[in-house]
């Protein structure tokens, strides 16, 4: 276990996976992908996301993308690594390949595939805490998982050394907004993780976001996030708008597509890589 050493703050991208032909990593296009993100304005790269696909790819492969990452842009960006699985040992597991590649942080959803009652999904939680080699980040994606975080949880686990932070993409402002309150004054950064409820999570004290649209326009996220800093709240609030129009023209694309969600998600990916000069294969 390590104290927590940073603060989690800024554009966190959920790095997209570039693909080789025979579907395993192209850790060249990972490398190129995380410079030009880290150039055009990320603070932060989570590699072994739900955007990187990390539940297709085996542990060897996750911690090679990672790897590739820290060679590519040093310490000029905070690297989280998606620990996630099924149990306890396999996510620390993941925790250690992931440090061992250059990893800051390690993020975890509640474990999945088996049913848990919330004190077992609680309990494993803060085993992970108690004996990761790397802080934690406490991810909550209920669409994922099939359950979420409790706020009371999160009170809790705030005050733990290990504990770093919290990535909520419940889409539940309420329940956002409650975390915050909870947490308010702790060495205990809140992320959010939905592009409709930047605005309302910032004014209230978000520090950082994590968006799979970082991925085609971190600029734009930049420049969100040094309003909110500065407190240039009807800037926030012109730029909220112009993210929710970018979320509305993938739905809308997404509505004439054939395929499920995040294979669409992924074409649209490539075909914008593509319009700023990248030429990746994601699906």
């Known amino acids: 276990m390590t104290d927590k050493h ?19 990593i192209d850790c060249d296009g990972v490398a190129k992908l995380a410079r030009w993100l880290v150039d055009n304005g990320a603070d932060g790269l989570f590699v072994a996301g739900t955007t990187g696909r990390f539940s297709h790819f085996s542990p060897r492969q996750n911690a090679e993308a990672c790897s590739a990452v820290k060679e590519a842009v040093g310490d000029r960006a905070t690297i989280y690594g998606g620990a996630c699985d099924s149990g306890l040992f396999r996510m620390l597991d993941n925790a250690e390949s992931l440090k061992l590649a250059g990893a800051d942080i390690a993020v975890v959803t509640g474990p999945y595939y088996l049913s848990y009652t919330t004190a077992e999904s609680e309990d494993v939680l803060r085993h992970v805490a108690e004996r990761s080699p790397l802080p934690v980040v406490y991810y909550n994606i209920p669409e994922f998982v099939r359950y979420g975080l409790r706020p009371e949880f999160l009170e809790e686990m705030a005050e733990h050394p290990n504990v770093a932070g919290y990535k909520d993409s419940t889409g539940d402002l309420a329940h956002h907004l409650d975390v915050l309150r909870r947490t308010k ?55 909220q708008a112009d993210i929710a129009r970018i979320v509305e023209a993938y739905l809308a694309y997404g509505r004439q597509q054939p395929h499920a969600v995040f294979s669409n998600l992924m074409n649209y990916f490539e075909g914008e890589f593509e319009r700023v000069g990248f030429r990746f294969k994601l699906v």
């Open 6 to 24: 940073r603060k989690l703050e800024g554009v966190i991208v959920p790095l997209a996976v570039p693909l080789q032909a025979d579907g395993d």
């Open 185 to 239: 004054g702790k060495a205990f950064d809140v992320l959010i993780g939905k592009e409709m409820l930047l605005a309302d999570a910032f004014k209230e004290g978000a520090t950082g976001l994590v968006l799979s649209f970082t991925n085609l326009n971190p600029q734009l996220y930049a420049e969100f996030v040094a309003a909110a800093k500065a407190g240039n709240w009807p800037r926030v609030d012109e730029l």
